[in-house]
């Protein structure tokens, strides 16, 4: 596709017209219509020609013979590059937005429920964000709490926020005083430790201590595998009800992708590739990431300290989606939550 970036002025505009009436719109673009509803200064037999030439750049296609234009995966693709304009939420958008998540009171849960919201609706797709995820685990808090016989109900609390329960089962029954202050000793021991410091710190404890801070090990090494923390998801309704998707097997193929950790975890992993818009990733068609999205397009980005804790935004919806207040959306709401997330780690 060397030849795209060849394009004239002329060409540039009008994939640009087409592209934007055909997202809100969802239906083929003629020569005359965009003659008319655009106001060019050209007529139709000239504005068809471009269309032709277009068509042969793989950026347009003919649904019908007799039909307008729409734009494929290429024309998608070539937009994004090079001719969607750098929009900002509004100063009022911004504030609200801002506000409802200072009122949450570092509960990172709700900042992980109100930022999926707030994208699907900003965005009216699908949106999907996971919870800050330590590139170490270290320990900043631990709760056990007695359930009955020998088993115990496990809280670590990470830095960063995230929180793992467990039952645990122990050799022999304790009192929850006694549960408490093992708890608060581990605790105060380990907090801010990562698995090799409580690893090395294991020869100097004894007794119930240890018992359960080989089981924090175990909990611990677990997160260290993987790659990223809860989903939380929003918006499906939204995806479900664009008209390419109604009825659609592409559609439900969609939302059971979104639904697969392990399939969240590929698109992490393969989310380094594709179209960068400042910081933010843009995978028209899924961009071989799974076949499942092949007929979606995703807008990824990381939030929260490089190298020490991060999660991830995404949007998940049709080829046809609005862009530039997607990408303006995504963007503002990582730089939010890269804050809150500083603020949180540097109080812990």
Known sequence: MSNVLELTERQRYILSFIIHDYIKNVRPVGSKYLVKEFNLNLSSATVRNELAQLDDLGLLRQPHTSAGRVPTEEGYRFFVSNLLQSTELSENTQHTITHQFYQMNYDVEDWMRLAASILAQQSSAASLVTSPHPKNAMLKHLELISTRGLQVLMILVLQGGEVDQQYITLKEPLPQGRLSQAAQYLTNRFAHANVETIQYEMAFLSGVERDIAELVLKEMRLVDRNVMGDVFLDGISHVLAEPEFVD?????QAIRALEERSILQDIMRSSLTGNAVGGVQVLIGGEGTRDELRQCSLILT????????????GIVGPMRMPYGRSISTIRFLSSLLSDLVQEMMTEA
Not at 248 to 252: H, L
Not at 302 to 313: C, K
């Open 302 to 313: 990381q939030y929260g300290m490089p190298g020490t804790v991060t999660g991830m935004l």
């Open 248 to 252: 659609s097997e592409d559609a439900r």
